[in-house]
């Protein structure tokens, strides 16, 4: 039966949060067979995050080489474990070359002399981790003999390892192993243990499964918060080893380094880094005759995207190494894929065709392993002395006049040098040509595009409360923030005290520009007007676009006192103005502002939603506002809300003469099927921290009917429903493309009620009648598609042309947009609207767009794409096929409503600035239909 936890409960109530485990020495030390009974490699066996802290904790009663950590809660409140191996002579002085470590990660108050004594004096700091995506096992196998490997050996290599480097070894993702491990092993012949992880029945992450690698620049959730603590605020490791499985085909692993784009905000350093690991790992993997290890373009990753586990540590000047495996619980084979047959520099030694076992890529995962600590133990000085290198440069760099090179300002120097009427002069380098040197100071160097020396945050804005959850992104990734101690003047512009300043003369510079600033991808064809070659993930991310916040650069260095900020911050309190008994007045502006709301609906008080503009003191509040009539009750509420929540409010004498709409808690349906999807589990995550009462349905009790019983809305998220146009639908990695059913009698019975697809013969019929009998739909991202098709709306795709006669979608060469933001026109004054500023940066990555048929009389078009210069941030080829279409069309069925909307507005919990559009179509969804 499914295995319990009480292993690591039991465990945990021996450890402080802070406070190590450790034994004196016993040899020898018990193998992983020993305790668990199990070698690692077996086939058709999978330990849980019990049996990795269980093995751990004997290890750490054995061995005086290890101690454990607790890092703190996971999702599901289990105890997150870190084992932290060494030689018993460095973990006496643990703290001290901790702080070393950090010392020289934050580059601050040290000349180099005084940061080359501390690198010859301190050890060097290896992340190494495994099982961050749950169903990739060999990595959880690999992990336990790995920890293994370096407590128990006695080798020469290992000893020297153990002098020279401090490892920190994590399992990623302990509720996900947890759930894999005891889902996997429910059989207790493994005869009986099916062979791949198909049937698991919801995502290996409780909220928000594969995407959990997608977490690390917001920090969202646990166990991200976890790791970047100990990553980016405690222990600053110079490198990161982030091991996942599922090599590219006809290899057996994928190791650094990786094919380009380049990320212009990280120092060069960090790559030159990465590659001398890569070749270290890749030269031991032959010394070996370990052979099938590929490279650079043999597979999509990149380090161009900020984000991931991996890839967040290049913007924090640390090495960090992906490995992709092969290795399933069963024997597979390598196939023979001819183009991985020829040696070059990307894949030197190519494998034969075989059957492959989990044995044998243990075996290459525990080799990687020790490639990187026999590095790490070698270049123990260099390591140290660069990381604070990168970081002083980058302290360097924000305190003086520095500028970024991007493809942007290499068109600007051709245009220059065109526009000076000069022709390129051909260079010996066959291909290239050269222009005037004087370009290199007149165009690269211009002084206005100086980089900015600080950005700065004033609580003047639109949404200050999402401000500051942005601010706690960065202050969670390690950036630091400070706060204005008086109001100030800046380059013209005034500045209340409070404002908050984040300085770029900081070691983790290029994390925060990554931050602020637009990405400019250089665009990538395959070859000249051929398809373009997609990135890793997405090509614009700007997070300050995203949450739409509203700051400053300051090209100049900022003089106002300052105090730095010690933990995450909370909104400033707001106020409630006038002391009128008819109720309160509330600004729609703020994301919060929907947690009142639902705080309210949930008291039973009345609130609603003002049509027109309302003066109110010396001022108006836009459309939308909220009017709630006073009770003790919700002027408790209220005033609450206001000191927590950073809402003002405004106690009216009367109650205002705009035309008002009754607000009542909608009961929200958000659809899942078996095994979920990524997007419905961030929508729950989203849905908890606003407030939002909600109930996950499944296609079967779609297909019973009823609905509007129940529900007043139903929320399907992107990749649930196929379409004409992309037969599978979904971007981003993020969809449930193969919705495989397991047989329900291999399942448990609580899990049957969940199988089932949603279908044109059953599920369709039923959503149908329940908009026409008054309910709402709402449809994200390609599932908006498929609802067009299925209810034959009177909306065409907006990105489609004509060809022979057939409505064919644009080709890749014409239309191509990879994951960037883009600004959308909105309509305030409608209720999907409300609160929104007049323009909106939408995440867009392949979305649909929408244009309304000639009889499509009764809808709205609230946000759509007009005007020139839609990107803002990453890659967009031919936006001008975006001209004049929707983004979001709400419009009329039967009694009900259906809202379209084809850029995901809640995409990874990041996108806030477009959250109200979700939030409002919730409560406009749930009420009557206006006639």
Not at 257 to 279: C, I, K
Not at 797 to 817: A, C, H, S, W
Request: charged letters at 20%; glycine letters at 8%; a negative charge.
């Amino acid at each position: 039966m499914i295995h319990k936890t009480a292993a690591i409960a039991a465990f945990a109530c021996l450890l402080m949060t802070t406070t190590a485990l450790s034994a004196p020495a016993k040899a020898p030390v018990s193998t992983p067979q020993a305790v668990l009974g199990h070698v690692m490699g077996e086939d058709r066996y999978v330990p849980n995050y019990s049996d990795t802290v269980k093995y751990w904790q004997v290890l750490a009663s054995q061995s005086d080489r290890i101690q454990l950590v607790d890092i703190g809660a996971t999702t599901e409140k289990r105890r997150q474990i870190m084992a932290i191996v060494s030689s018993p002579e460095n973990l006496a002085l643990l703290e001290t070359y901790k702080d070393i470590s950090a010392r020289l990660g934050r580059a601050e108050g040290l000349t180099d002399d005084e940061a080359r004594a501390l690198a010859a004096k301190g050890k060097s700091v290896v992340w190494v981790d495994g099982g961050i995506h749950a169903s990739e096992v060999e990595t959880d196998h690999a992990l336990i003999q790995q920890v293994y490997d370096m407590v128990a050996s006695d080798d020469p290599e290992a000893q020297r390892i153990r002098e020279n480097v401090i490892i920190l070894f994590a399992a990623d993702n302990p509720d996900g192993q947890d759930y894999v491990a005891d889902w996997y092993m429910r059989f207790k012949n493994p005869a009986e243990r099916e062979t791949n992880f198909d049937s698991l029945p919801k995502l290996y992450h409780p909220y928000i499964g594969h995407d959990n690698n997608r977490d690390f620049y917001m920090a969202e959730m646990a166990e991200t918060q976890n790791i970047t603590r100990i990553l980016y605020h405690e222990w600053r490791p110079q490198i990161i080893l982030n091991q996942h499985q599922v090599g590219p085909a006809g290899t057996v692993v994928f190791i650094p380094p990786f094919r380009d784009p380049f990320n212009y905000n990280y120092d060069p350093l960090a790559m030159t880094s990465l590659q001398e690991v890569g070749a270290a790992l890749n030269s031991r993997l032959l010394s070996e005759g370990k052979v099938g290890a590929v490279t650079r373009a043999s597979a999509h990753y990149d380090t161009w995207t900020n984000g991931n586990l991996r890839t967040s540590t290049y913007f924090h000047n640390a090495i960090g190494l992906l490995v992709e495996i092969i290795g399933g619980v069963v024997p597979e084979p390598i196939q023979l894929v001819p183009e991985r047959q020829l040696p070059k520099n990307d894949q030197p030694a190519p494998i034969a065709p075989q059957m492959w076992t989990m044995a044998q890529s243990v075996a290459y995962s525990v080799s990687i392993n020790r490639a990187t600590l026999t590095y790490a133990a070698s270049n123990r000085e260099k390591l140290l002395y660069n990381i604070y290198r990168m970081g002083k440069d980058s302290i360097n760099a924000g305190s003086r006049d520095s500028w970024t090179v991007t493809p942007d300002r290499i068109a600007a120097l051709h245009a220059a040098s065109t526009a000076a009427g000069l022709k390129p002069v051909p260079t010996r380098t066959t291909g290239s040509s050269a222009i005037e040197s004087r370009f290199y100071a007149d165009v690269l160097h211009d002084p206005a595009y100086r980089d900015a020396r600080a950005y700065i945050i004033s609580p003047d804005q639109h949404d200050f409360p999402t401000a500051v959850r942005f601010l706690n992104a960065l202050i969670k990734m390690g950036v630091t923030v400070e706060r204005a101690r008086t109001d100030f003047t800046q380059e013209g512009k005034a500045y209340p005290a409070g404002s908050y300043i984040v300085k770029a003369a900081q070691a983790y510079r290029p994390h925060l520009r990554d931050m602020f600033e637009p990405q400019d991808y250089a665009e990538n064809f395959e070859y000249p007007g051929g398809p373009p070659i997609p990135p890793a993930d997405a090509s614009g991310y700007t997070l300050a676009y995203q949450m739409s916040v509203h700051f400053d650069k300051a090209q100049d260095a900022v003089g106002v006192a300052t105090e730095a900020i010690d933990g995450v911050l909370k909104p400033y309190p707001g106020k409630i103005a006038g002391v009128g008994k008819a109720g309160f007045l509330i600004s729609h502006a703020t994301n919060n502002s929907f947690i009142l709301t639902n705080r309210l609906m949930k008291a039973k008080q009345k609130a609603f939603w003002l049509s027109e503009p309302t003066a109110v003191g010396d001022g108006a509040l836009e459309s939308g506002a909220i009017w709630v009539p006073y009770t003790p009750q919700s002027a408790s509420i209220i005033k609450a809300a206001v000191t927590e929540l950073g809402i003002d409010a405004y106690a009216l004498a009367s109650v205002p003469a705009s035309a008002k709409t009754a607000l009542k808690s909608p009961r929200i349906a958000l659809v899942d099927i078996y095994g979920g999807v990524m997007p419905s589990g961030w929508t729950r995550w989203i849905f908890e921290q606003f407030e939002f009462p909600y109930t996950v349905v499944h296609p079967q009790e779609l297909d019973k009917g009823g609905l509007n019983a129940k529900y007043d809305i139903v929320l399907m998220s992107d990749s649930l429903l196929p379409n004409r146009y992309t037969s599978k639908g979904g971007g981003m990695f993020r969809g449930k493309f193969d919705n495989k059913q397991p047989d329900p009698a291999r399942i448990p019975v609580e899990y049957r009620g969940w199988l089932g697809t949603i279908t044109q013969d059953k599920t369709i019929p039923s959503l149908k009648a329940f908009v026409k009998n008054g309910g709402a739909l709402m449809a994200i991202g390609s599932t908006s598609q498929g609802i067009i098709d299925a209810f034959d709306l009177p909306v065409q795709n907006g990105t489609t042309q004509m060809v022979d006669g057939q409505e064919q979608v644009l080709p890749r060469t014409k239309f191509y947009i990879p994951g960037a933001l883009l600004t959308a026109t909105t309509d305030p004054t409608t209720p999907l609207g409300y609160g929104l500023e007049p323009k909106v940066d939408l995440f867009f990555d392949s979305s649909p767009v929408f244009r309304l048929k000639a009889e499509a009389l009764d809808a709205h078009t609230p946000i759509r794409f007009e005007g020139k210069d839609l990107l803002h941030s990453g890659w967009a080829l031919g936006t001008d096929y975006l001209q004049g279409t929707a983004a979001v069309v709400d419009l009329s069925y039967g009694s009900g409503r259906v809202f379209l909307f084809g850029p995901e507005v809640a995409l990874r919990a990041q996108t806030q600035g477009a959250f109200k559009l979700m939030f409002n179509a919730l409560y406009d969804g749930a009420l009557p239909r206006k006639k």
